[in-house]
Protein backbone atom coordinates (compact mmCIF):
# COMPACT_ATOMS: atom_id res chain seq x y z
CA UNK A 1 0.00 0.00 0.00
CA UNK A 2 1.44 3.41 -0.70
CA UNK A 3 0.12 6.53 0.70
CA UNK A 4 -0.46 10.36 -1.17
CA UNK A 5 -2.41 13.14 -0.74
CA UNK A 6 -5.40 13.08 -2.93
CA UNK A 7 -8.78 15.47 -2.86
CA UNK A 8 -11.99 13.15 -2.66
CA UNK A 9 -12.46 13.38 -5.99
CA UNK A 10 -8.85 11.85 -6.90
CA UNK A 11 -9.62 9.28 -4.40
CA UNK A 12 -13.03 7.84 -5.81
CA UNK A 13 -11.05 8.54 -9.40
CA UNK A 14 -8.30 5.77 -7.55
CA UNK A 15 -11.23 3.28 -6.47
CA UNK A 16 -12.90 3.33 -10.29
CA UNK A 17 -9.24 2.32 -11.02
CA UNK A 18 -8.14 -0.49 -8.22
CA UNK A 19 -11.91 -1.77 -9.59
CA UNK A 20 -11.08 -1.62 -12.90
CA UNK A 21 -13.97 -0.53 -14.33
CA UNK A 22 -14.75 -1.09 -17.78
CA UNK A 23 -17.05 1.64 -18.65
CA UNK A 24 -17.25 5.39 -17.58
CA UNK A 25 -20.04 7.59 -19.08
CA UNK A 26 -20.00 10.99 -17.73
CA UNK A 27 -21.83 14.43 -18.13
CA UNK A 28 -19.45 17.08 -16.66
CA UNK A 29 -21.05 19.04 -13.43
CA UNK A 30 -19.43 20.97 -11.12
CA UNK A 31 -18.27 19.65 -7.98
CA UNK A 32 -17.89 16.17 -9.40
CA UNK A 33 -15.55 16.48 -12.51
CA UNK A 34 -12.26 16.30 -11.38
CA UNK A 35 -13.12 12.62 -10.45
CA UNK A 36 -14.31 12.10 -13.98
CA UNK A 37 -11.00 14.04 -15.19
CA UNK A 38 -8.55 11.56 -13.32
CA UNK A 39 -10.18 8.22 -14.34
CA UNK A 40 -10.26 10.09 -18.06
CA UNK A 41 -6.56 10.69 -17.85
CA UNK A 42 -5.75 6.90 -16.63
CA UNK A 43 -7.61 6.16 -19.46
CA UNK A 44 -5.01 7.94 -21.68
CA UNK A 45 -2.05 7.40 -19.45
CA UNK A 46 -3.10 3.25 -20.77
CA UNK A 47 -3.42 2.77 -17.34
CA UNK A 48 -6.89 1.53 -16.86
CA UNK A 49 -8.52 -0.25 -19.60
CA UNK A 50 -12.17 1.55 -19.64
CA UNK A 51 -14.28 2.58 -22.19
CA UNK A 52 -14.93 6.77 -22.01
CA UNK A 53 -18.97 7.18 -23.38
CA UNK A 54 -19.37 11.13 -23.44
CA UNK A 55 -22.90 12.10 -23.64
CA UNK A 56 -24.91 15.32 -24.04
CA UNK A 57 -26.65 15.03 -20.50
CA UNK A 58 -26.37 13.56 -17.15
CA UNK A 59 -29.70 11.42 -18.28
CA UNK A 60 -27.98 10.11 -20.73
CA UNK A 61 -24.91 9.41 -18.53
CA UNK A 62 -26.54 7.06 -16.25
CA UNK A 63 -28.56 5.52 -19.58
CA UNK A 64 -25.13 4.69 -21.42
CA UNK A 65 -24.18 3.50 -17.81
CA UNK A 66 -27.21 1.48 -17.24
CA UNK A 67 -26.95 -0.02 -21.18
CA UNK A 68 -23.37 -1.11 -20.21
CA UNK A 69 -24.11 -2.54 -17.06
CA UNK A 70 -27.07 -4.61 -18.95
CA UNK A 71 -24.40 -5.79 -21.55
CA UNK A 72 -22.14 -7.03 -18.11
CA UNK A 73 -19.66 -4.52 -17.77
CA UNK A 74 -18.15 -2.99 -14.21
CA UNK A 75 -19.59 0.66 -14.99
CA UNK A 76 -18.99 3.95 -13.07
CA UNK A 77 -20.41 7.48 -13.27
CA UNK A 78 -20.35 10.87 -11.30
CA UNK A 79 -22.42 13.12 -10.76
CA UNK A 80 -24.04 15.65 -8.16
CA UNK A 81 -26.89 18.11 -7.42
CA UNK A 82 -28.62 19.13 -11.01
CA UNK A 83 -27.28 16.29 -12.69
CA UNK A 84 -28.58 14.00 -10.14
CA UNK A 85 -32.14 15.64 -11.11
CA UNK A 86 -32.05 15.62 -14.18
CA UNK A 87 -30.94 11.50 -14.38
CA UNK A 88 -33.77 10.96 -11.37
CA UNK A 89 -35.78 8.99 -13.77
CA UNK A 90 -32.70 6.53 -15.17
CA UNK A 91 -31.80 6.51 -11.45
CA UNK A 92 -34.71 4.60 -10.65
CA UNK A 93 -34.76 2.23 -14.08
CA UNK A 94 -30.70 1.32 -13.06
CA UNK A 95 -32.48 0.07 -9.30
CA UNK A 96 -35.70 -1.52 -11.12
CA UNK A 97 -33.91 -3.33 -13.43
CA UNK A 98 -31.13 -4.16 -10.56
CA UNK A 99 -27.74 -3.30 -12.37
CA UNK A 100 -24.69 -3.14 -10.19
CA UNK A 101 -23.62 0.43 -11.15
CA UNK A 102 -21.41 2.48 -9.37
CA UNK A 103 -22.12 6.50 -8.78
CA UNK A 104 -20.02 8.79 -7.10
CA UNK A 105 -21.72 11.84 -5.99
CA UNK A 106 -20.23 15.16 -4.75
CA UNK A 107 -22.96 16.74 -2.91
CA UNK A 108 -24.06 19.84 -3.55
CA UNK A 109 -27.13 22.53 -2.92
CA UNK A 110 -30.02 22.03 -5.21
CA UNK A 111 -31.48 24.96 -7.25
CA UNK A 112 -33.37 27.43 -6.89
CA UNK A 113 -31.74 29.36 -6.05
CA UNK A 114 -28.79 28.13 -7.62
CA UNK A 115 -26.04 27.28 -5.32
CA UNK A 116 -22.72 25.27 -6.42
CA UNK A 117 -22.13 24.80 -2.67
CA UNK A 118 -22.32 21.70 -0.39
CA UNK A 119 -25.07 20.56 1.09
CA UNK A 120 -26.97 16.60 1.14
CA UNK A 121 -30.21 17.32 -0.40
CA UNK A 122 -29.45 15.89 -3.45
CA UNK A 123 -28.63 12.60 -2.12
CA UNK A 124 -31.77 12.62 0.13
CA UNK A 125 -33.86 13.58 -2.97
CA UNK A 126 -33.39 9.89 -4.44
CA UNK A 127 -33.66 8.33 -0.71
CA UNK A 128 -36.78 6.34 -2.56
CA UNK A 129 -35.16 5.36 -5.65
CA UNK A 130 -33.61 1.98 -4.19
CA UNK A 131 -30.12 3.21 -4.79
CA UNK A 132 -27.94 2.14 -1.36
CA UNK A 133 -26.55 5.48 -0.32
CA UNK A 134 -23.03 5.47 1.42
CA UNK A 135 -21.82 8.74 3.17
CA UNK A 136 -17.87 9.21 3.46
CA UNK A 137 -16.50 11.40 6.07
CA UNK A 138 -12.95 11.77 4.99
CA UNK A 139 -10.85 11.00 1.87
CA UNK A 140 -9.86 7.32 2.63
CA UNK A 141 -13.58 6.55 2.86
CA UNK A 142 -14.09 7.66 -0.26
CA UNK A 143 -11.60 5.46 -1.44
CA UNK A 144 -12.32 2.41 0.33
CA UNK A 145 -15.99 2.58 -0.18
CA UNK A 146 -15.72 2.84 -3.56
CA UNK A 147 -14.09 -0.46 -3.87
CA UNK A 148 -16.59 -1.91 -0.96
CA UNK A 149 -19.43 -0.42 -3.10
CA UNK A 150 -18.94 -2.66 -6.17
CA UNK A 151 -18.64 -5.62 -3.77
CA UNK A 152 -21.81 -4.46 -2.55
CA UNK A 153 -23.59 -4.18 -6.02
CA UNK A 154 -22.46 -7.20 -7.04
CA UNK A 155 -23.41 -9.26 -4.55
CA UNK A 156 -27.14 -7.74 -3.53
CA UNK A 157 -27.63 -6.72 -7.48
CA UNK A 158 -28.36 -3.43 -6.57
CA UNK A 159 -26.61 0.27 -7.42
CA UNK A 160 -24.70 2.00 -4.85
CA UNK A 161 -24.08 5.78 -4.60
CA UNK A 162 -20.67 7.10 -2.82
CA UNK A 163 -21.51 10.07 -1.26
CA UNK A 164 -19.13 13.09 -0.29
CA UNK A 165 -19.49 16.60 0.13
CA UNK A 166 -18.51 18.84 -2.08
CA UNK A 167 -15.35 21.24 -1.86
CA UNK A 168 -15.27 20.23 1.70
CA UNK A 169 -14.39 16.70 0.65
CA UNK A 170 -14.64 16.54 -3.42
CA UNK A 171 -11.64 19.61 -3.56
CA UNK A 172 -9.77 19.00 -0.14
CA UNK A 173 -6.46 17.07 -0.39
CA UNK A 174 -5.60 14.53 2.49
CA UNK A 175 -3.50 11.87 3.25
CA UNK A 176 -4.66 8.67 1.58
CA UNK A 177 -3.43 5.19 1.73
CA UNK A 178 -4.21 3.40 -1.86
CA UNK A 179 -4.20 -0.64 -2.01
CA UNK A 180 -2.20 -2.45 -4.19
CA UNK A 181 -3.64 -3.67 -7.32
CA UNK A 182 -3.08 -7.31 -6.28
CA UNK A 183 -4.70 -7.30 -3.18
CA UNK A 184 -8.27 -5.66 -4.51
CA UNK A 185 -7.97 -8.28 -7.31
CA UNK A 186 -8.60 -10.78 -4.83
CA UNK A 187 -11.34 -9.29 -2.76
CA UNK A 188 -13.40 -7.66 -6.05
CA UNK A 189 -13.04 -10.56 -8.46
CA UNK A 190 -15.87 -9.52 -11.37
CA UNK A 191 -18.99 -10.96 -10.63
CA UNK A 192 -20.24 -10.34 -14.14
CA UNK A 193 -23.84 -11.07 -15.01
CA UNK A 194 -25.14 -10.41 -18.63
CA UNK A 195 -28.69 -9.52 -19.35
CA UNK A 196 -28.11 -8.24 -22.74
CA UNK A 197 -27.06 -11.76 -24.54
CA UNK A 198 -27.30 -11.96 -28.57
CA UNK A 199 -27.17 -15.84 -27.80
CA UNK A 200 -30.28 -15.41 -25.90
CA UNK A 201 -32.05 -12.25 -26.62
CA UNK A 202 -34.48 -10.76 -23.84
CA UNK A 203 -37.02 -8.03 -24.11
CA UNK A 204 -35.94 -5.89 -21.06
CA UNK A 205 -38.25 -3.96 -18.93
CA UNK A 206 -41.35 -4.84 -20.43
CA UNK A 207 -44.70 -3.83 -19.07
CA UNK A 208 -45.60 -5.26 -15.93
CA UNK A 209 -48.61 -5.68 -15.38
CA UNK A 210 -50.83 -5.09 -11.68
CA UNK A 211 -49.97 -8.86 -11.56
CA UNK A 212 -46.57 -9.14 -11.53
CA UNK A 213 -45.25 -5.31 -10.66
CA UNK A 214 -45.73 -5.53 -7.19
CA UNK A 215 -44.17 -8.86 -6.43
CA UNK A 216 -40.80 -7.16 -8.78
CA UNK A 217 -40.98 -4.20 -6.02
CA UNK A 218 -41.24 -6.99 -3.06
CA UNK A 219 -38.00 -8.27 -4.59
CA UNK A 220 -35.97 -5.46 -4.44
CA UNK A 221 -36.61 -4.01 -1.32
CA UNK A 222 -36.07 -7.84 0.08
CA UNK A 223 -32.61 -7.40 -1.75
CA UNK A 224 -32.47 -3.90 -0.05
CA UNK A 225 -32.90 -5.33 3.01
CA UNK A 226 -30.01 -8.11 2.13
CA UNK A 227 -27.91 -5.08 2.00
CA UNK A 228 -28.28 -4.41 5.61
CA UNK A 229 -26.13 -8.13 6.03
CA UNK A 230 -24.28 -7.47 3.03
CA UNK A 231 -23.11 -4.23 3.79
CA UNK A 232 -22.08 -5.02 7.44
CA UNK A 233 -19.74 -8.63 6.04
CA UNK A 234 -18.20 -6.51 3.05
CA UNK A 235 -16.84 -3.78 5.82
CA UNK A 236 -15.51 -6.54 8.04
CA UNK A 237 -13.80 -8.62 5.69
CA UNK A 238 -12.32 -4.94 3.76
CA UNK A 239 -11.12 -4.41 7.48
CA UNK A 240 -10.14 -7.60 8.13
CA UNK A 241 -7.84 -7.21 4.41
CA UNK A 242 -6.64 -3.88 4.17
CA UNK A 243 -6.93 -2.90 8.04
CA UNK A 244 -9.30 0.18 7.89
CA UNK A 245 -12.24 -1.16 9.33
CA UNK A 246 -15.28 1.03 8.68
CA UNK A 247 -17.83 -0.41 10.67
CA UNK A 248 -20.43 -1.66 8.45
CA UNK A 249 -24.03 0.11 8.76
CA UNK A 250 -23.27 2.60 11.28
CA UNK A 251 -19.83 3.35 13.39
CA UNK A 252 -19.66 4.40 17.01
CA UNK A 253 -17.09 6.01 18.87
CA UNK A 254 -17.22 6.66 22.46
CA UNK A 255 -20.43 5.25 23.25
CA UNK A 256 -19.38 2.76 25.92
CA UNK A 257 -20.85 5.16 28.54
CA UNK A 258 -22.44 7.96 26.76
CA UNK A 259 -25.65 9.41 27.85
CA UNK A 260 -25.65 12.30 25.04
CA UNK A 261 -25.47 10.85 21.74
CA UNK A 262 -24.16 12.80 18.13
CA UNK A 263 -26.14 11.90 15.58
CA UNK A 264 -25.06 12.56 11.55
CA UNK A 265 -23.45 11.17 8.09
CA UNK A 266 -20.79 12.74 5.71
CA UNK A 267 -17.93 15.19 6.71
CA UNK A 268 -19.47 16.18 9.92
CA UNK A 269 -18.71 12.98 11.22
CA UNK A 270 -14.91 13.45 11.52
CA UNK A 271 -15.51 16.97 13.50
CA UNK A 272 -17.88 15.84 15.68
CA UNK A 273 -14.97 12.91 16.83
CA UNK A 274 -12.63 16.47 17.90
CA UNK A 275 -15.68 17.28 19.45
CA UNK A 276 -16.40 14.62 21.32
CA UNK A 277 -12.26 13.84 22.09
CA UNK A 278 -12.77 17.32 23.67
CA UNK A 279 -15.85 17.26 25.61
CA UNK A 280 -14.86 13.84 27.24
CA UNK A 281 -11.45 15.57 28.37
CA UNK A 282 -13.77 17.84 30.14
CA UNK A 283 -15.97 14.69 31.82
CA UNK A 284 -19.10 15.15 29.97
CA UNK A 285 -20.46 11.73 28.28
CA UNK A 286 -20.75 12.44 25.01
CA UNK A 287 -20.85 9.65 22.06
CA UNK A 288 -21.21 9.86 18.35
CA UNK A 289 -23.09 7.27 16.27
CA UNK A 290 -21.93 7.55 12.58
CA UNK A 291 -24.17 6.77 9.68
CA UNK A 292 -22.56 5.45 7.06
CA UNK A 293 -25.45 3.67 4.71
CA UNK A 294 -28.15 6.06 4.75
CA UNK A 295 -29.93 3.16 2.14
CA UNK A 296 -30.85 0.74 3.28
CA UNK A 297 -31.60 2.54 6.74
CA UNK A 298 -30.05 1.28 9.87
CA UNK A 299 -33.27 0.95 11.95
CA UNK A 300 -32.13 -2.02 14.22
CA UNK A 301 -28.16 -1.03 14.55
CA UNK A 302 -29.34 2.47 15.93
CA UNK A 303 -31.81 1.72 18.18
CA UNK A 304 -29.11 -0.99 19.39
CA UNK A 305 -26.41 1.56 19.89
CA UNK A 306 -28.82 4.11 21.38
CA UNK A 307 -30.26 1.60 23.74
CA UNK A 308 -28.83 3.41 26.70
CA UNK A 309 -28.99 7.05 25.84
CA UNK A 310 -31.09 10.04 27.26
CA UNK A 311 -30.75 12.38 25.07
CA UNK A 312 -30.11 12.28 21.24
CA UNK A 313 -28.88 14.96 18.84
CA UNK A 314 -29.37 14.57 15.07
CA UNK A 315 -27.79 16.79 12.64
CA UNK A 316 -29.03 17.37 8.84
CA UNK A 317 -27.36 18.94 6.34
CA UNK A 318 -30.69 18.59 4.12
CA UNK A 319 -33.92 20.07 4.34
CA UNK A 320 -37.21 17.94 3.42
CA UNK A 321 -40.10 20.32 3.09
CA UNK A 322 -42.19 20.63 5.38
CA UNK A 323 -41.40 17.93 7.07
CA UNK A 324 -37.58 18.37 8.68
CA UNK A 325 -34.24 16.63 8.32
CA UNK A 326 -34.00 13.58 6.36
CA UNK A 327 -31.76 11.72 9.22
CA UNK A 328 -33.67 13.66 11.86
CA UNK A 329 -36.88 11.95 10.87
CA UNK A 330 -35.88 8.91 9.74
CA UNK A 331 -34.03 8.44 13.50
CA UNK A 332 -37.27 9.44 15.38
CA UNK A 333 -39.14 6.93 13.01
CA UNK A 334 -36.61 4.27 14.18
CA UNK A 335 -36.17 4.99 17.97
CA UNK A 336 -40.13 4.89 18.23
CA UNK A 337 -40.77 3.44 21.85
CA UNK A 338 -37.42 3.79 22.93
CA UNK A 339 -37.03 5.94 26.27
CA UNK A 340 -34.90 9.07 24.62
CA UNK A 341 -35.02 12.60 23.72
CA UNK A 342 -34.38 13.41 20.06
CA UNK A 343 -33.53 16.60 19.38
CA UNK A 344 -33.39 17.32 15.37
CA UNK A 345 -31.27 20.08 13.80
CA UNK A 346 -31.02 21.41 10.04
CA UNK A 347 -27.49 23.33 9.64
CA UNK A 348 -24.86 23.76 7.14
CA UNK A 349 -27.43 23.88 4.26
CA UNK A 350 -25.61 25.38 0.75
CA UNK A 351 -22.26 25.34 1.64
CA UNK A 352 -22.67 27.54 5.48
CA UNK A 353 -19.95 26.47 7.24
CA UNK A 354 -19.95 23.36 9.73
CA UNK A 355 -17.00 23.44 12.28
CA UNK A 356 -16.57 21.63 15.38
CA UNK A 357 -17.36 25.30 17.00
CA UNK A 358 -20.73 24.51 15.34
CA UNK A 359 -21.42 21.23 16.25
CA UNK A 360 -20.17 22.02 20.18
CA UNK A 361 -22.92 24.90 20.00
CA UNK A 362 -25.41 22.09 18.73
CA UNK A 363 -24.92 20.39 21.52
CA UNK A 364 -24.82 22.73 24.19
CA UNK A 365 -28.13 23.90 22.36
CA UNK A 366 -29.48 20.38 22.98
CA UNK A 367 -28.83 20.05 26.59
CA UNK A 368 -30.56 22.83 27.38
CA UNK A 369 -33.99 22.02 25.33
CA UNK A 370 -35.62 20.73 27.85
CA UNK A 371 -38.56 19.77 25.11
CA UNK A 372 -38.07 17.72 22.38
CA UNK A 373 -39.59 19.77 19.65
CA UNK A 374 -41.76 17.83 16.90
CA UNK A 375 -39.92 19.40 14.15
CA UNK A 376 -36.47 19.73 13.07
CA UNK A 377 -34.73 23.08 14.33
CA UNK A 378 -33.26 25.73 12.05
CA UNK A 379 -29.45 26.19 13.43
CA UNK A 380 -26.75 28.72 12.48
CA UNK A 381 -29.23 31.35 10.59
CA UNK B 1 -47.65 -15.73 -2.14
CA UNK B 2 -44.76 -13.63 -3.34
CA UNK B 3 -44.20 -14.75 -7.10
CA UNK B 4 -40.92 -16.30 -7.94
CA UNK B 5 -39.53 -13.85 -10.83
CA UNK B 6 -36.10 -13.41 -12.34
CA UNK B 7 -33.93 -10.59 -10.96
CA UNK B 8 -33.82 -8.02 -14.03
CA UNK B 9 -37.42 -7.46 -15.19
CA UNK B 10 -37.26 -9.63 -18.02
CA UNK B 11 -39.53 -11.62 -20.87
CA UNK B 12 -38.63 -13.56 -23.60
CA UNK B 13 -37.84 -12.06 -26.71
CA UNK B 14 -40.86 -11.48 -28.95
CA UNK B 15 -43.68 -11.85 -26.51
CA UNK B 16 -45.06 -8.63 -27.03
CA UNK B 17 -46.08 -9.58 -30.32
CA UNK B 18 -47.44 -13.12 -28.80
CA UNK B 19 -49.81 -11.37 -26.60
CA UNK B 20 -50.95 -8.61 -27.97
CA UNK B 21 -52.77 -5.99 -25.77
CA UNK B 22 -54.79 -3.41 -28.65
CA UNK B 23 -57.03 -5.74 -29.65
CA UNK B 24 -59.24 -5.65 -26.77
CA UNK B 25 -60.03 -1.60 -26.29
CA UNK B 26 -59.56 -0.49 -30.05
CA UNK B 27 -62.23 1.51 -31.03
CA UNK B 28 -61.21 2.02 -35.24
CA UNK B 29 -58.89 0.21 -37.36
CA UNK B 30 -57.58 1.02 -40.81
CA UNK B 31 -58.73 0.12 -44.14
CA UNK B 32 -56.33 0.66 -47.17
CA UNK B 33 -58.47 1.80 -50.48
CA UNK B 34 -57.47 1.14 -54.05
CA UNK B 35 -55.90 4.45 -54.21
CA UNK B 36 -52.29 3.22 -52.21
CA UNK B 37 -49.68 4.06 -54.52
CA UNK B 38 -47.25 1.48 -52.00
CA UNK B 39 -45.01 4.26 -50.53
CA UNK B 40 -44.52 2.42 -47.57
CA UNK B 41 -44.89 4.95 -45.29
CA UNK B 42 -47.43 3.93 -43.27
CA UNK B 43 -45.37 0.63 -42.44
CA UNK B 44 -42.76 3.20 -41.07
CA UNK B 45 -44.59 5.22 -39.39
CA UNK B 46 -46.82 2.59 -37.63
CA UNK B 47 -45.86 2.54 -33.74
CA UNK B 48 -46.44 -0.97 -33.70
CA UNK B 49 -45.39 -2.45 -36.70
CA UNK B 50 -49.15 -3.52 -37.49
CA UNK B 51 -49.28 -2.70 -41.27
CA UNK B 52 -46.60 -5.12 -43.42
CA UNK B 53 -46.07 -4.78 -46.93
CA UNK B 54 -47.44 -8.70 -48.04
CA UNK B 55 -47.26 -10.05 -52.31
CA UNK B 56 -47.14 -6.52 -52.79
CA UNK B 57 -50.14 -5.21 -50.78
CA UNK B 58 -50.55 -3.46 -47.70
CA UNK B 59 -51.54 -5.64 -44.89
CA UNK B 60 -52.70 -5.10 -41.22
CA UNK B 61 -51.88 -7.42 -38.30
CA UNK B 62 -55.01 -6.73 -36.43
CA UNK B 63 -54.11 -8.24 -33.46
CA UNK B 64 -51.28 -5.48 -33.12
CA UNK B 65 -53.27 -2.57 -33.99
CA UNK B 66 -54.42 -0.11 -31.21
CA UNK B 67 -56.16 2.15 -34.20
CA UNK B 68 -54.64 5.25 -33.19
CA UNK B 69 -54.90 6.35 -36.54
CA UNK B 70 -50.97 7.80 -37.12
CA UNK B 71 -51.22 5.60 -40.39
CA UNK B 72 -54.11 7.39 -41.76
CA UNK B 73 -52.66 10.99 -41.04
CA UNK B 74 -49.73 10.42 -42.45
CA UNK B 75 -50.52 8.90 -45.62
CA UNK B 76 -49.89 11.57 -48.37
CA UNK B 77 -52.32 9.72 -50.75
CA UNK B 78 -55.22 10.12 -48.30
CA UNK B 79 -55.28 5.81 -49.17
CA UNK B 80 -56.65 4.82 -45.46
CA UNK B 81 -59.67 5.40 -44.15
CA UNK B 82 -60.49 4.45 -39.89
CA UNK B 83 -63.24 2.43 -39.66
CA UNK B 84 -64.82 2.05 -36.29
CA UNK B 85 -64.91 -0.96 -34.59
CA UNK B 86 -68.43 -0.44 -33.08
CA UNK B 87 -71.20 0.68 -35.45
CA UNK B 88 -75.16 1.28 -34.37
CA UNK B 89 -76.51 2.64 -30.91
CA UNK B 90 -76.46 -0.51 -28.95
CA UNK B 91 -72.38 -0.54 -29.67
CA UNK B 92 -73.09 -4.10 -31.87
CA UNK B 93 -69.16 -5.01 -32.34
CA UNK B 94 -69.28 -5.47 -36.34
Not at chain 1, 34 to 61: Q, W
Not at chain 1, 78 to 83: H, K, L
Not at chain 1, 217 to 229: D, P, S, W
Not at chain 2, 6 to 22: D, H, I, M, N
Request: glycine share 8%; charged share 20%; aromatic share 8%.
Amino acid sequence: MSTTLLTGSEAAAYGAKLARIEVLAYYPITPAFPAMERVSKFIDDGELNTRFVRVESDHSALAAALGASLAGSRTFTVTNSQGLLYMTEVVYHTAGLRQPVVMAVANRALSAPHSRFPEQGDAISQGASGWIQLFCENNQEVLDNMLQAFKIAETVRLPVMVNYEGYIQSHTLEEVGIPNQETIDQFLPLNRVRTLDVENPQAVNTVASPEFYMDYKFHQNEAMEQALTVINDVAAEYGKEFGRDWSGLIDTYQMEDAEHAFVAMGSMVSDARIVVDELRKQGQKVGLVKVRAWRPFPAEALREALKNVQLITVCDKNIVFGLGGALGTELKSALYGQDCRVNSYILGLGGRDVTTEEIKKVLELSEKTEKQATASEWFGL
Amino acid sequence: MVKNLPVVPTAKAGSLVETPTGITWRIQYPVILETCNMCLDCTLFCPDGALVQQEGKIVLKVSLCKGCGICANECKENAIEMIPEYSGVKGVFR
